[in-house]
DNA sequence: CGGGAAGTTGATATAACTCAAGGTAGGTGG
DNA sequence: CCACCTACCTTGAGTTATATCAACTTCCCG
């Protein structure tokens, strides 16, 4: 893990998440650790002992199989947390998806974060199930409506930037990018969306998405 | 939840799994609720405040489409925990596959359990994102062998016992009942596994599973 | 022993994958 | 600042794994 660590840059002015709770927050301020685009910010069997919030930029999580098939378990966005495991050692990898900075909080042996934690488990364990449905039961433009309905209701916008590639998004939703592009356009055709350029997407029928994507 | 209860029901002989941690069996020993099979534990949309842990008897976590698809997220075998969710509502359904006993630890508001339920809540994350690999990147003969080996893994023996229907199986590997049925069949042409009956299977070669699995 | 649910097997349909070619856009260097 | 270059994305044609539909079989359980 090679991260250059500054606690100089400055913070994204438009951070669109919350903070975390005042809790984390409290004492020493944590650094923030700048990860370049595609850069790993941990490995799956490296040793795990810290949870990390995203300041800006975006993270994917993945594991891959023996052959390269690879399936990203989430994405996380600026203000998002993710990085705690069961165990000692890492089951997943972690890298920025573009130009990320993160805060690293280390979990010292003595201190007991576990009533912090344990929510933040919780939620991760949710969004997990639920995207299992989708990967089981939806076909390709139930899995892509679900993808988008879920980008929506996290940035709280209409017009939805997406950091990561058709790529990541087809090893999200189980889907090969040609698929993933063919949804694109046939979304685009409905009039369901719009595509302002490869990254941002205008969501301009979310009732329809929405329906799609359960 | 319609549970008929009884703190008289005599524990199975043969749990095969370990019991809870110390400090979850400390205090007066919580009575057992037993559910027929096919009942309801909890339902999606109930309240929920309480944890679960699995004496006897299998069962099934699973989520609903509106139009009746059904993926199972987790299955719950004797000596397992469940049921501990974010938020005050359920986001699943929890059902009695057969004949279970369920011992179940209310979270009364004053105790903090965080330090318990936080490996519960991890392990649990790490289980469901390796099932979305299964679910994301894996053939039909690769999800079966990846379901066998975990349940061998959970049983300990040579020998797996599997309370679910085949139906169950499908729900949770995202394949028709149909496909399930071919896959076990082509695995028995093989000599990879040996059906003893319908709900019992004998893994013959169970490093061919593993490599399959992964 | 009979009946019904659960499972298996077969034939066909189809959604998504694969392979291949062309297009677009963003970044770099002249 | 423009033109090129390369990544990324889109579109098309053909293939394939799994779903669907249907008939048959087996296994329990009463």
Redesign the interface.
Request: hydrophobic residues 40%.
């Given at each position: 893990m090679q991260a250059y660590t500054s606690s100089r840059i400055s913070l994204s002015p438009h951070l669109a998440q919350p903070a975390l709770p005042a809790t984390l927050g409290s004492g020493p301020v944590q650094p923030i650790s700048f990860f370049p685009a595609g850069s790993e910010i941990y490995a799956q069997g490296e040793k795990a002992g810290a949870f990390y919030q995203v300041e800006f930029g975006a993270v994917r999580?993945y594991?891959l199989?023996?052959d390269g098939?690879?399936?990203i378990?989430?994405f996380h966005l600026a203000g998002e947390t993710f990085g705690?495991?069961?165990?000692a050692t890492h089951?997943?990898f972690a890298e920025a998806i573009n130009a990320t900075g993160v805060r690293v909080f280390r979990l010292n042996a003595g201190a007991?974060m576990?009533?912090q934690?344990?929510?933040l488990?919780?939620?991760?364990?949710?969004r997990?199930?639920?995207?299992?449905?989708v990967?089981?039961?939806?076909n390709a433009i139930e899995r892509v409506a679900a993808f988008l309905v879920d980008m929506v209701e996290r940035q709280g916008l209409r017009q939805v930037e997406l950091p990561m590639s058709r790529m990541d998004i087809g090893?999200?939703?189980?889907l090969t990018i040609e698929t993933v592009s063919r949804v694109f356009t046939r979304l685009k055709d409905k009039g369901v969306i719009r595509l302002l350029n490869l990254r941002s997407v205008e969501i301009l029928k979310q009732d329809v998405l929405q329906t799609m994507g359960?």
């Open positions: 999580i594991r199989l023996a098939r690879r399936q378990s989430a705690f495991e069961a165990g089951h997943f007991d576990s009533h934690l344990l929510p488990a919780l939620k991760g364990l949710t997990a199930q639920e995207h299992l449905l990967l089981g039961r939806q090893d999200y939703l189980g359960e």
